[in-house]
């Protein structure tokens, strides 16, 4: 692969917060068509980093790179042009359509008091379809389930086309019928889209089974990446999460199962 397919890149990265060191020395490419998940123990620190390489919070020491830029150069709107983060809670503090939601996401293409193109309601349009958001058009997002608001939630970020995308337990809240549909929707804008994708899980046998990459966070700044087939065994997940676990095989692939 080319320098030029790395769309976020971090050198020497040091992540740390209330005396928990995340990450030490981090080194990490996200190159085109890559789908990577974040695993580790809960409070281990996944959301800081996630929020770390989106330039949301400053890290210790190294840095991070966009498109081949030094992320804190660029403003906030280059920034959401080219990187999406979908945050693991969602917060509404006032009423909006499901519509009107959505089409949030292309703010970063509009100027002042510019109003929404006919491109842009066609891309929510068809964004509203895939997700299964039609017959909640015109709902208040207030009202909404939990499931129903991720689903939201994601369609924005979609919204953003941008190139390289953050998420944070993105699968929250969903059923399985829409975390399948979800994970796989995502694998294939990596590949037909040239995207890059870093997202959280707590479930390893879909992170096994969606994702071509994975960073684990040992504890202590400790990590371990690189290829999912390479990385992910039993030994290594039992280190990860302190229980043992048995693999087996299924049509899709390895899985495992704690004992």
């Not at 379809?129 to 369609?155: C, D, F, K, M, Y």
């Not at 990385?231 to 095989?249: N, Q, R, W």
Request: proline residues 3%; aromatic residues 4%; glycine residues 8%.
């Amino acid at each position: 692969m080319s320098e030029n397919d790395c769309l976020l890149h971090s050198s020497d990265l040091s992540v740390a917060v209330s005396g928990l060191q995340i990450a030490r020395g981090l080194d990490l490419n996200l190159r085109q068509g890559q789908c990577w998940c974040l695993l580790g123990r809960n409070g281990v620190g996944k959301t800081t980093l996630l929020h770390t390489l989106a330039g949301l919070r400053e890290a210790q020491g190294g840095t991070v790179q966009l498109d081949g830029q030094p992320l804190l150069t660029l403003t906030r709107k280059q920034v959401a042009q080219r990187l999406g983060i979908l945050f693991q809670l969602q917060s509404d503090s006032f009423p909006a359509s499901v519509r009107e939601t959505v089409l949030q996401g292309r703010h970063p293409y509009l100027h002042a008091w510019q109003w929404e193109t006919a491109h842009d309601h066609r891309l929510v349009t068809d964004l509203l379809r895939q997700l299964e958001l039609e017959h909640l058009e015109w709902r208040n997002v207030q009202t909404l389930s939990g499931g129903e608001r991720q689903r939201v939630a994601i369609a924005t970020l979609l919204a953003q086309q941008t190139g390289v995308l953050l998420l944070d337990e993105p699968v929250n809240h969903l059923d399985v019928k829409h975390r399948l549909d979800l994970l796989t929707t995502l694998g294939s804008d990596c590949r037909t889209q040239g995207r890059a994708v870093l997202m959280s899980l707590h479930d390893i046998n879909l992170a096994a089974r969606f994702c071509d990459h994975a960073l684990l966070l040992l504890g202590d700044g400790k990590v371990r990446q690189g290829p999912v087939a390479d990385i992910l065994d039993s030994s290594v997940l039992e280190a990860l999460y302190g229980y043992p676990f048995t693999e087996i095989k299924t049509a899709n692939g390895r899985a495992w199962l704690p004992r």
